[in-house]
Nanobody, 124 residues
Framework: QVHLVESGGGLVQAGGSLRLSCVAS????????MGWFRQAPGKEREFVAA????????AYADSLKGRFTISIYNAKNTVYLQMNSLKPEETAVYYC?????????????????WGQGTQVTVSS
């Protein structure tokens, strides 16, 4: 059993920044990959970024590369998503996920555990 809790969402003006956090508990995560996904109203859940537990391997959605950065702090079982230059169309619920794999995954099907999400609203 793995429990994931996201935090850091909120209201931000277009062009602003936010840092999301995901705290994992329940198990050790030496063989896990962690991912961030988002789901806008009326849209399918889409991949944002992923990172192996070692912190060496990362993956990003093409449209977000250069603006978003995923990182991991193993000692605190925490994964971060730094989001810069946010756009109104990126308003969504952002979810943290974990998979029992070492390489970053870019699809939802590979992830075993999900957080409840944190709302990010970008105003124009």
């Amino acid at each position: 059993q793995v429990h994931l809790v996201e935090s850091g969402g909120g209201l931000v003006q277009a062009g602003g920044s936010l840092r999301l956090s995901c705290v994992a508990s329940g198990r050790t995560f030496s063989s896990y990959t962690m991912g961030w996904f988002r789901q806008a109203p009326g849209k399918e859940r889409e991949f944002v970024a992923a990172i192996g537990w070692s912190g060496v391997s990362t993956a990003y959605a093409d449209s977000l590369k250069g603006r978003f950065t995923i990182s991991i702090y193993n000692a605190k079982n925490t994964v971060y998503l730094q989001m810069n230059s946010l756009k109104p169309e990126e308003t969504a619920v952002y979810y943290c996920a974990a998979a029992l794999l070492t390489s970053p995954m870019t699809t939802t099907s590979g992830y075993n555990y999900w957080g409840q999400g944190t709302q990010v609203t970008v105003s124009s």
